[in-house]
């Protein structure tokens, strides 16, 4: 029996990346985890403390202690920015290139030249000098706010007007024309398309002219009332990821969340559009009570909805969610089975910016009878994957070394007949 789990906790960083000062001076200062274990000091996350969370983080308000027994690490991010499409492909295994950086308004004639070609009625809306799209009345089409501007667009719809299998679809045609990384087709119940309308804001590029035009997704109110999401992504060969390597060697692989949304996974079981936490849990514990072999990988969205919302106060109670959640995995583990609990990124509900946060992320590793190891800081997230590959004797996918499968290997060698 062989069971490789990972759960990330989306946008749950641990500090800003070294190079913050120069490539994203507005995140200076961000400590996603350490702010909120200062913010809340009386309050406890017992599974996340005994797995070493505050080891991690160091000295806070918290009462939460340190955990002598929990094997723990740290690894930094190799993808641009902080983008949890690019985070993910790089957990998998993919080695991160440079994005294509592309505002909405240079792709807005083909988008536009495809929905029209589809059938849909596109019309423009105009914001100082720029423009995006609204389909059908009842989405509206422009660039990511929170991401990294220019490397993603958004399809931002009124689920009181439109069905979540209809703005798939135009996400479709949408995602045809279009060469950035990631589109992004969601929504939830608002009461008018006005909501969303009210919410369209124009950002400037660091030279300060206006570029991008957008809707800001947390005000928008969509977050709020039924939300649901897809995420499309573009230029990554699924062919040098861990689930294809596992599936040559006979493993299936299991996802989760927003991972099933953006990880491919044609040979496996996803569990796609998928955000609530309990929910997420909910399904994975099934599975793992269900089956004794294969790779697990679960997102927890509502953390980074919580950063993007700014709202320190759902971030600790989806934490706290989280960390009932995590309770449950350990208790249907067995000896050999390993659990890695990370993040993608940060996203500081302190920072005074919507968008992620580029942040280190906590490595949180759990074996039944392995305890005390130290794990080096990782280069790259694709670590993950290496070892997740490691561990089953799998071919490795193209990034990414096997440190936290050698590490814990060498504290104890009969840990699995897996390696």
């Known amino acids: 029996m062989a069971k490789f789990i990972v759960v990330v906790l989306d946008g749950f960083g641990i500090g800003e990346m070294p190079d913050v000062a120069t490539v994203r001076p507005q995140d200076l200062g961000a400590n996603t985890a350490g702010k909120l274990l200062n913010h809340f000091p009386l309050k406890r996350l017992p599974t996340l403390e005994k797995l070493g969370l505050i080891n991690i983080v160091g000295a806070t308000n918290s009462v939460m202690n340190l955990a002598p027994d929990a094997n723990w690490g740290k690894s930094k991010l190799a993808h641009y920015g902080c983008d949890t499409f690019m985070g993910h492909q790089e957990i998998m295994g993919t080695h991160p290139k440079p994005p294509?950086?592309?505002?909405?308004?240079?792709?807005?004639?083909?988008?536009?030249?495809?929905?029209?070609?589809?059938?849909?009625?596109?019309?423009?809306?105009?914001?100082?000098?720029?423009?995006?799209?609204m389909v059908n009345g009842s989405v509206v089409i422009g660039d990511n706010l929170e991401a990294d501007l220019g490397q993603v667009y958004n399809l931002t719809a009124n689920f009181g007007q439109i069905s979540f299998d209809d703005v798939k679809k135009i996400g479709q045609v949408v995602r045809s024309a279009n060469a950035v990384s990631?589109?992004?087709?969601?929504?939830?119940?608002?009461?008018?398309?006005?909501?969303?309308?009210?919410?369209?804001?124009?950002?400037?590029?660091?030279?300060?002219?206006?570029?991008?035009i957008g809707v800001n997704a947390p005000d928008s109110g969509t977050y709020d009332n039924g939300f649901q999401v897809v995420h499309l992504g573009y230029g990554v060969n699924a062919k040098t990821q861990v689930p294809y390597q596992l599936n040559q060697a006979g493993i299936h692989t299991y996802l989760y969340g927003k991972v099933a949304d953006i990880v491919q996974n044609d040979t496996g079981t996803s569990f796609t559009s998928v955000v609530d936490t309990d929910r997420v849990f909910e399904l994975l514990i099934n599975d793992l009570h269900q089956y004794d072999k294969g790779f697990f990988c679960a997102n927890v969205q509502e953390t980074d909805l919580s950063g993007h919302q700014q709202d320190p106060k759902r971030y600790w109670t989806i934490l706290e969610k989280a960390d009932r959640g995590l309770a449950s995995?350990?208790?249907?583990?067995?000896?050999?089975?390993?659990?890695?609990?990370?993040?993608?990124?940060g996203n500081d509900p302190f920072i005074g910016h919507t968008k992620h946060t580029r942040e280190q992320v906590p490595l949180m590793v759990y074996s039944p009878g392995v305890k005390g190891v130290q794990l080096d800081t990782c280069e790259t997230m694709a670590d993950i994957g290496a070892s997740v590959a490691a561990y089953f004797g799998a071919p490795f996918p193209e990034f990414g070394c096997p440190v936290i499968a050698t590490k814990i290997k060498r504290a104890t060698p009969t840990l699995s007949e897996a390696f």
């Open 100 to 133: 294509m950086i592309k505002p909405f308004q240079q792709s807005i004639d083909d988008i536009e030249e495809a929905l029209n070609l589809a059938g849909y009625q596109v019309e423009r809306i105009s914001r100082k000098q720029l423009q995006l799209l």
């Open 182 to 212: 990631r589109n992004i087709a969601f929504g939830g119940f608002v009461p008018t398309i006005q909501n969303i309308l009210n919410a369209i804001e124009t950002k400037t590029d660091k030279s300060g002219k206006e570029l991008y």
């Open 329 to 345: 995995v350990i208790a249907e583990m067995e000896q050999g089975d390993m659990l890695v609990v990370m993040a993608d990124h």
